[in-house]
């Protein structure tokens, strides 16, 4: 985490950097410590190929910076930067032209480069009218969706007029966008990256003339976005006036900030946060990034020779510990709840992240709001620390729920719901789980094998855009030929038969009866199936399960709503499990102390009784979740009438079975019940 090629330098008196500008003047300011030269080139418009240059003043602090006079909204520009003499690996060079890191709009080409130019924006006018954040007081709150935006409405059997869009997403005459999410239920949407990112590869096998040569990527495209470019710009392919057509110019106007403003007023006006997925722990590998010409060494973490360290995988680690680096992270946060009203944020890779940049991004953005939401992906490729981020007060990622609930591989590591023991967890720490994945329990500050202070922290999950769907896991579990089966039919693959969907219920029962916050992935309700679609990319898995598939924007990804009806019971069970939720705040924000749990002779059986005092519910709950795939247990209730809500079958808080005495809890199933609290 700490490797570098040379001390860092000390610290910059913070300036506002970027472009400062009114209708009277622009103030220009780049850091850029060891350039001899700087200069600033504004155009009238993307195509010109030559602007107007202005030298630039470099000060003490390693800023260059220039003032004009007039008004310069609407213009371009981008700065030339000429190296320091040494040569030692830790200085980037390049001809063409920087764009800004503090860009709030970028104009592009489609291509692997990109060839940004910096927008000069206007204040906004964007009318918000009583729009405010919604984030709620206590996360355990919050029902999130993860999702990719443009997957919302792209395909073509969900009839939007703008498919893939902001603008389609808000629509109301379709199947997908902001329609689903309403008709679902869920209060929080997590977008996948929707910061300006490079979302072409180098073309595959097709020399570059750069020493770049593509031979993992069939598809040339990062559709998910996780190679952010510019921290303050919005993606441009998702406006309305825009293309995905290679090589064609992007973002001519500034159509996609006001129209992602919109989509955060309208999930706004529907009572549902927006989170976005944020990636400051490296930047896009392939463009011509801004803080890789600027300054290497600072804002890098290199090892001896001056190379880029990737702990993420991704081909470089930004040093995060360097001042304006961290500024410039806190500075992004800010500016995405001012302008945007952003209610939340997911840190993608946040252990890259060093622990004072995250306390200072943590108290910057509660100062704006108090109940921001902040979430950390609490790991890279060598580190691992939910408990660290739980210590500051940021929940993260539940990865052990994950495992324990069904596995980490379909072949030989499945978990509960498929009557099994992913390797390492316990009858206990199934029951830990439940309460929230602590690290001490309620007997004497026991010490457990969990992750985080309080249940507040634990984002419960089973499913993610990272590897198989839900779905994809258990059919691969159930029947292991999957996997590499060529499926000419997506009915055939998507359609769960009785097996296969008791298991996907009662993992969704397990998820929606666990405290803590719950997120579930775009299309978990109905089973969906990544099958890789047909392209004109010559991909030989096509018709086969894709486990990633962040490189293909097309059918592989997107959703079609129409496949609802293939596993329509399951699809009205997570909408069941979702009502219920949000009206019983004993399953989301009990204290430990008032859930206990039965003795069973049967490890995979569990049950457990919550009382709802502790979190003002009017009822308290017996749960019962059978894991054993073999074996009915029979659950005797204690005295008096129990509403059945949750049954192997379906979910609901209305119009309940009443019910007393014995119970029956089939093999892999379960049951939630309710009593009003005398």
């Known amino acids: 985490m700490q490797r570098t090629v040379a001390t860092m330098a000390a610290k910059p008196k913070y300036q506002k950097l970027g472009c400062t500008a009114s209708s009277d003047e622009a103030v220009f ?69 920087i764009a800004d890191p503090y860009s709030r709009h970028v104009v592009t080409k489609n291509h692997f480069k990109q060839f940004a130019k910096t927008y000069i924006v206007k204040p906004s006018q964007f009318d918000w009218g009583n729009d405010t954040f919604v984030a709620p007081a206590d996360p355990r709150d919050l029902i999130i969706y ?74 040339g495209r990062n559709h998910w976005g996780y190679m952010t470019s510019y921290f303050f710009a919005p993606e441009t392919i998702y406006a309305s006036d825009s293309t995905t057509k290679r090589n064609q110019i992007v973002g001519k106007e500034t159509t996609a900030c006001n129209e992602l403003k919109q989509v955060v007023k309208s999930l706004h006006s529907a009572g549902i946060s927006v989170i976005m997925d944020v990636v400051y722990n490296h930047v896009a590998n392939y463009d011509i990034n801004p803080l890789k010409y600027a300054d290497k060494k600072y804002y890098f973490r290199l090892d001896e020779e001056g190379n880029f360290i990737s702990d993420s995988g991704c081909g470089n680690d930004l040093k995060t510990e360097s001042p304006l680096a ?125 992750s985080f202070w309080k249940s507040n922290h634990s984002v419960n999950y089973l499913e993610s855009h990272d590897n198989l769907t839900l779905g994809d896991f258990i059919r691969i579990a159930q ?127 569990l049950t457990y009784h919550i009382n709802g005092a502790s979190s003002s519910d009017q009822y308290d709950y017996i749960i019962s979740l059978n894991g054993n795939k073999f074996q009915e247990h029979s659950l005797h209730l204690p005295e008096g009438y129990w509403e059945l809500t949750v049954s192997s079958e379906t979910a609901s808080h209305k119009s309940l079975t009443k019910l007393s005495g014995e119970v029956i809890i089939p093999p892999t199933s379960g049951v939630i019940l309710r009593k009003l609290r005398n």
């Open 29 to 97: 300011r780049f850091f850029c410590p060891r350039a001899r030269r700087v200069t600033l080139e504004i155009f009238e418009k993307y195509e010109d190929p030559v602007g107007d240059v202005y030298v630039m003043k470099k000060n003490d602090d390693g800023i260059w910076s220039v003032t004009l006079k007039g008004n310069y909204f609407g213009k371009l520009y981008g700065y030339h930067i000429l190296p320091p003499l040494e040569d030692d690996n830790t200085f980037m060079v390049t001809d063409e032209l």
């Open 146 to 219: 993860e999702a990719h935006l443009k997957d919302l409405t792209a395909h073509s059997n969900n009839e939007a007029k703008s498919p893939g869009t902001y603008k389609g997403f808000i629509e109301e005459k379709q199947s997908g966008g902001l329609q689903h999410i309403k008709n679902l239920g869920v209060n929080a949407v997590e977008f996948l990256p929707l910061q300006k990112f490079a979302a072409f590869e180098p073309p595959y096998l097709t020399a570059t003339g750069e020493h770049l040569l593509n031979t993992w990527n069939y598809y």
């Open 326 to 450: 961290r500024q410039l992270i806190i500075d992004s946060i800010c500016y995405w709840m001012t302008e945007y009203h952003i209610d939340g944020f997911r840190f993608d890779l946040a252990l890259l992240l060093d622990w004072e940049t995250m306390e200072a991004v943590r108290d910057a953005a509660r100062k704006i709001n108090p109940n921001v939401i902040l979430i950390a992906e609490p790991w890279h490729l060598n580190g691992y620390d939910p408990a660290g981020f739980s210590q500051r007060d940021i929940a993260a990622w539940n990865d052990k729920f994950r495992n324990g609930i069904k596995g980490s591989n379909p072949h030989s590591s499945t978990g509960f719901i498929f009557g099994n023991w992913h390797p390492g967890v316990s009858r206990e720490d199934l029951e830990n789980y439940i309460k929230g994945t602590l690290l001490h329990g309620n007997e004497n500050d026991a010490k457990t094998n969990g």
């Open 479 to 605: 029947k292991p030929e999957r996997e590499d089966k060529k499926f000419s039919s997506k009915e055939e693959a998507t359609t769960l038969d009785d097996e296969a969907l008791h298991y996907a219920k009662l993992a969704a029962l397990f998820l929606f009866a666990t405290q803590g916050i719950t997120m579930i992935h775009e299309g978990q309700e109905w089973a969906r199936s990544k099958i890789i679609a047909v392209s004109p990319i010559n991909d030989p898995r096509t018709g086969s399960i894709d486990h990633n598939s962040y490189d293909k924007d097309n059918a592989t990804n997107y959703l079609d709503f129409g496949e609802i009806k293939w596993n329509q019971s399951l699809f009205d069970y997570y909408k069941g499990l979702i009502a219920l939720r949000h009206t019983s705040p004993a399953l989301r924000r009990s204290d430990q102390n008032n859930i206990s749990f039965y003795d069973t002779d049967d490890p995979l059986y």
